[in-house]
C-alpha cells in the first residue's frame, strides 16, 4: 500500500510505500499523480520506501514502470528516501528513466530529502 505524505506542501507530492504493492495500489498512484500534476508545474517529488518490500508480482512491476516512463519530464527533483543495495539499484535505474535530478537518502535523512526537493 501507499499513503500520500506532505500534503501542506503546495510545490511537492510525498508518497511512502509499505509491505508488497499491488498493479491496483499503483493504478491508484498513477491516477494520484496524475491529479496532482494538474495542481502544480515540476513539483519535486519525495518517495519513502524504508517500508517498502517490493512488488506483489511482474504486473505490479510493469505498472510502475509506466509511471516511470509517462512521468519522465514531469518533477523537477526526485528524493528516494531508503537503504539497501536493492534500493541503491533502483534509485541508479530510475534515474536513467527520469529527467528530474535524482538523489537518494538513508531513512534518518528524511528532513534532508524534504529540505533537498524544496530548493530551486
Not at 13 to 42: F, P
Not at 63 to 92: C, P, Q, S, Y
Not at 94 to 110: I, N
Request: glycine share 8%; charged share 30%; proline share 2%.
Amino acid at each position: 500500500m501507499f499513503t500520500e505524505t506532505l500534503t501542506d506542501h503546495d510545490e511537492m507530492i510525498g508518497l511512502a510505500c509499505e509491505g508488497k504493492l499491488s498493479e491496483s495500489d499503483l493504478m491508484r498512484m498513477h491516477a494520484l499523480l496524475h491529479q496532482r500534476l494538474q495542481e502544480t508545474s515540476k513539483p519535486g517529488l519525495v518517495l519513502d520506501l524504508t517500508r517498502f518490500e517490493g512488488y506483489e508480482g511482474p504486473s505490479a512491476l510493469l505498472e510502475d514502470l509506466k509511471i516511470d516512463t509517462a512521468h519522465r519530464n514531469d518533477f523537477r527533483r526526485v528524493a528516494v528516501v531508503g537503504e539497501g543495495a536493492l534500493m541503491e539499484w533502483g534509485t541508479k535505474f530510475a534515474d536513467v528513466l527520469t529527467k528530474a535530478e535524482l538523489r537518494q537518502f538513508d531513512p534518518s535523512g528524511t528532513d534532508a530529502a524534504i529540505a533537498w526537493v524544496s530548493e530551486r
